[in-house]
């Protein structure tokens, strides 16, 4: 069974640092890619970050600079390593895997991270 | 970059077909996939490459797609199927894009 189980969220002040992280199992993140979306309250869906099967990353613009994306493969883990964060980065962030020809076919229940001073 | 239109809002009486658009320049071209998302629930996908059911989506839910707009129809709409959809293209090769949403109202 694929599951995808984040943890790392909080309550952080602006320009701090998180981890988030997302441990997979039933299939390997090493050769599929994956990526980080988040929601704002009240808001839509925005993908942050991707991770691809070769290892190469993409970062949003909004988030450029500031996020960066990796994964362990001995622990099949992901994850989103959030600097400099912002009052506007306060939304749910979920992991997710992406399939060949691009639906996000397995999802974590996300994790809250809050920025506020 | 390439953006998603959606509707914000559906609303249709139980029993009846609910039609939730998504327009892209020439979306047709491309694979479309549909998100269902209830409240304090993470997405979840019922409808991937324009048509396709993953196992577990009730035969209610069905897709297309053709020039501009794609389409996600849902027949015999029941009072559980009320949630956000949102639409999304991207693979591989391209960025993913996440259309606005619809939030799905059922009277």
């Known amino acids: 069974e694929v599951r995808l189980v984040e943890s790392g969220g909080g309550l952080i002040q602006p320009g701090g640092s998180l981890r988030l992280s997302c441990a997979a199992s039933g299939f390997d993140v090493s050769i599929n890619y994956m990526i980080w979306v988040r929601q704002a309250p009240g808001k839509g869906l925005e993908w942050v970050s991707v991770i691809y099967g070769d290892g190469g990353t993409k970062n949003a613009d909004s988030v450029k600079g500031r996020f960066t994306i990796s994964r362990d493969n001995s622990k099949n883990t992901l994850y989103l390593q959030m ?26 229940q996300g994790s809250v991270v809050t920025v506020s001073s | 970059s390439y953006v998603l239109t959606q509707p914000p809002s559906v609303s249709v009486a139980p029993g009846k077909a609910a039609s939730i658009s998504c327009g892209g320049s020439n979306i047709g071209s491309k694979s479309v996939h549909w998100y269902q998302q209830k409240p304090g629930q993470a997405p979840v996908l019922v409808i991937f490459y324009d048509s396709d059911r993953p196992a577990g989506i009730p035969e209610r839910f069905s897709g297309s797609n053709s020039g501009n707009t794609a389409t996600l129809t849902i027949n015999r709409v029941e009072a559980g199927d009320e949630a956000d959809y949102y639409c999304q293209v991207g693979d591989t090769s391209s960025d993913v894009v996440f259309g606005g949403g619809t939030k799905l109202t059922v009277l």
Not at chain 1, 84 to 104: F, H, I, K
């Open chain 1, 83 to 108: 600097d400099s964060l912002r009052v506007e980065d306060t939304a749910v962030y979920y992991c997710a895997r992406v399939a060949a020809s691009g639906p996000l076919d397995y999802w974590g």
